[in-house]
């Protein structure tokens, strides 16, 4: 091969280099307009996040911290018991962490009778129910007679 002919063959792997580039910076100047528009929600289901609530509320593009209510309270050795003391110390913590960072802070309601009591601690977002809750009501009225 001579000189015009490498110059050649290599034509296309300069062409799709150059195409990438391209395509690097469209997609980078796309990505960053999405993430001004990106919600981000840090689920807040174990005893390790909420004992480091403060510094990760304070994450620059963390929006909401988001409560799971069973996976925490499984975390914390109380399944279940969504009424202890200790769980809703917790509860008030994440609110008030959300709040101090001027993050809004939202919980996955366990009953929809909770909701008032949780506006009024600070929560701003109630989820009212989950894939898994909703499959499982579908699926219990296929099984009544």
Sequence with gaps: MNGAEIGQSTLPAR??????V???????????AAEEH??????????RTVQNLAPI?????????????????FSMGIVGQFEAQRFVDTLRAVASAA???GRAAGI???????????LEVGY???GCSSGGGLLRVAAQSQLEV
């Design 38 to 47: 990106l919600l981000s929600i840090v689920q807040t289901e174990s005893s």
């Design 22 to 32: 391209t395509w690097r910076i469209i997609l980078g100047q796309k990505v960053t």
């Design 57 to 73: 509320a304070t994450l620059k593009r963390v929006d909401i911290l988001f409560v799971g209510p069973l996976d925490l309270s």
């Design 99 to 101: 709040k101090n960072a």
């Design 15 to 20: 062409r799709a280099n150059q195409n990438r």
């Design 108 to 118: 996955l309601l366990t009953s929809p009778k909770d909701a008032a009591r949780l």
């Design 124 to 126: 701003t977002l109630l």
